[in-house]
């Protein structure tokens, strides 16, 4: 019996790898994406007004240069928020739960660490277009991430499940 929790143990541990580069990949692509949003004027936030602008004054930081850097520290804190979806709700194989996921990153973002974020106007100065449209993101990147993470999980467990009952 403990041989079989030991297989256990050493599935979970090598999900949490493949969970960490998700949340890395899914911090690079919805960060571009958030950067094309902004460019294109659909969102008066970027990545780097949260990662950059608030801290730093310079000039670099609003350049394409800004751009980029903030796209691999967005990647790099996204390890965290996987990090944390993993320990947290990794066994609720749901689409939805990772929805909510996004929809409380928002949250902590816009509305909680908003005093951290100097340079992120309040919510009742943004406009309509930038409110949904980063809601709408942070649902995709909480979605991209929770059900990638869960979906690893349970696929790992089932395929595990079927090797114990084909060995015996």
Known sequence: MDKDNGKQDKKTHSILPRSLFTGFIGGLLWSMLGVVM????????????????SWLKTDWTSGWLGDVVSIGMAGIVSVLTAYIYFGLFKRINSMWMGSVYGIVLWLLVFYIFKPIFT??????????????STLCLYVLYGTFIGYS?????????????????SHT
């Open 38 to 53: 902004h460019y294109f004027n659909v969102s008066q936030v970027a990545p780097k007004t949260f990662f950059l602008r």
């Open 119 to 132: 340079n992120i106007p309040q919510l009742t100065e943004m406009d309509v277009h930038t409110i949904v």
């Open 149 to 165: 993470i869960s979906y690893d999980y349970h696929d790992t467990m089932l395929k595990g499940r079927r090797d114990k009952t």
